[in-house]
């Protein structure tokens, strides 16, 4: 009867002890799975806005450097104008 006994305390205990287990995973794990949801939000925000610094950026600059005079581009306009009304004053003696 007393073999009886311990092994019907073991399972008790091993019950209770499930039971308390199964407890505490009930209430912190929704705790930890909330808090790594949130740490994975704010990294991914983090990295999210450190990309669009960069974007702008690179925009910034780019739109810098097209800015600045472009004095090499615009002396051929006027070879290119020079060059158009030589070309229309030619083909108007020609005709």
Do not use: C
């Amino acid at each position: 009867m007393k073999r009886i006994l311990k092994q019907s305390d073991r399972q008790l205990a091993l019950l209770l002890a499930t039971l308390v287990l199964f407890a505490v995973l009930l209430i912190f794990l929704p705790v930890v799975l909330f808090n790594i949801n949130q740490v994975v939000r704010n990294g991914e925000k983090r990295y999210t806005q450190m990309e669009v610094n960069q974007a702008e950026s690179l925009l910034q600059n780019e739109l810098t450097q097209l800015d600045q005079p472009m004095h090499g581009i615009l002396s051929w306009d006027d070879t290119y104008a020079i060059v158009l009304s030589a070309d229309l004053a030619h083909r108007g003696s020609h005709d």
